[in-house]
Nanobody, 118 residues
Framework: QVRLAESGGGLVQTGGSLRLSCSASGDVYSINRLGWYRQPPGKQREMVALITGGIVPAYADSVKGRFTVSSDNANKIIYLQMTGLKPEDTAVYYC????????????WGQGTQVTVSS
């Protein structure tokens, strides 16, 4: 089992910045990818950013150039630096972990609310 604990959400104005953090604990050697998903109000959960092996990032088109995902591999912490925030970024952000070969090894955090006011 892997446990994920997010922090860093909050309320910010349009154009502002926030940094989310997620700490992974437990059987962390069973996973090789960490990332972030989000679920806007009334919409489905969507991928925001992933980082595989701690070094290969991938981003949703909607956040490219504004969000940066990074990881502290030694401490199994993943960060999401969000800049240029827009009202459409308002969502519950979930930390995500899995293994790219073994899909049953998929874990989710509890989520943290990000609200961007216009």
């Amino acid at each position: 089992q892997v446990r994920l604990a997010e922090s860093g959400g909050g309320l910010v104005q349009t154009g502002g910045s926030l940094r989310l953090s997620c700490s992974a604990s437990g059987d962390v050697y069973s996973i090789n990818r960490l990332g972030w998903y989000r679920q806007p109000p009334g919409k489905q959960r969507e991928m925001v950013a992933l980082i595989t092996g701690g070094i290969v990032p991938a981003y949703a088109d909607s956040v490219k150039g504004r969000f940066t995902v990074s990881s502290d591999n030694a401490n199994k912490i993943i960060y999401l630096q969000m800049t240029g925030l827009k009202p459409e970024d308002t969502a519950v952000y979930y930390c995500y972990a899995n293994h790219t070969i073994y899909p049953d090894r998929t874990y989710w955090g509890q989520g943290t609310q990000v609200t961007v006011s216009s």
